[in-house]
């Protein structure tokens, strides 16, 4: 039973600083504020996880796992689609799934909060690199799926590497200017009509 109370206690301390992290960055949240919004006293920080670092360590663990459930389907079907050789068509309606689920992800506020945590990941490159942060999956699916799309040979994969990152820019600012993107598009609110018409939107622009 005691260990239990100690896991519960733990997990409820993470999700916490999951959330504080993400929307402060490291620098903005103090300890004493990561255990008086968990409700816990001043020394489970230090109980659970040793320090303010060794718990944001533990906080991109956690999202690297969730991070590699939320995209699990799409990495199968891009591993079915290379597999079986299938045509440009395939390739362009994968794109639509990758963009709407990405766009889904980012609009949801149970998980738009792992993903802003990423946006002000505060770790030297070393430290990311030791952490094992798969963080280049998504861009290294996404070209991918704009090369078979596009039938792009080596050539151009300069061109490739600079659309993807345009796309990703324009995703994340879903996230980051939720305003802007909302007012570009004449919207009030993220709905499900501007979710398929930034999903055309992204997708015609990934046309090489």
């Not at 230090?46 to 533990?58: N, Q, R, V, W």
């Not at 802003?116 to 290294?140: A, G, H, P, Q, T």
């Not at 796309?167 to 879903?174: A, G, K, M, R, T």
Request: net charge neutral.
């Amino acid at each position: 039973m005691k260990s239990q109370v100690k896991t519960s206690t733990k997990d409820k301390l993470l999700q916490v600083a999951l959330e504080e992290f993400a929307e402060y960055g490291y620098d903005g949240v103090s300890t004493r504020s990561l255990t008086t919004k968990a409700g816990l006293n001043n020394y489970a920080i230090s109980y659970h996880f040793g320090s303010k670092k060794d718990l944001y360590l533990a906080c991109i663990e956690s999202l690297v796992e969730l991070y590699e459930i939320d995209f699990e389907p799409i990495a199968n079907e891009i591993h079915f689609t290379l597999e079986n050789n299938l045509d440009t068509t395939v390739w362009a309606s994968l794109l639509r799934k990758y963009l709407l689920h990405h766009i889904k992800l980012f609009i949801d506020n149970k998980t738009k909060s792992r993903y802003l945590f990423f946006l002000r990941l505060k770790l030297s490159k070393l430290e990311v690199d030791e952490m094992y942060i798969k963080n280049n999956f998504r861009i290294d699916s996404l070209k991918i799926i704009l090369q078979k799309m596009n039938n792009l040979d080596e050539s151009r994969m300069l061109e490739l590497n600079q659309k993807c990152l345009n796309i990703f820019s324009l995703l994340h600012s879903i996230i980051t200017s939720k305003h802007m993107v909302l007012n570009t598009f004449n919207y009030k609110d993220y709905t499900s009509e501007f979710m398929e018409e930034y999903t055309e939107y992204l997708s015609d622009i990934a046309k090489i």
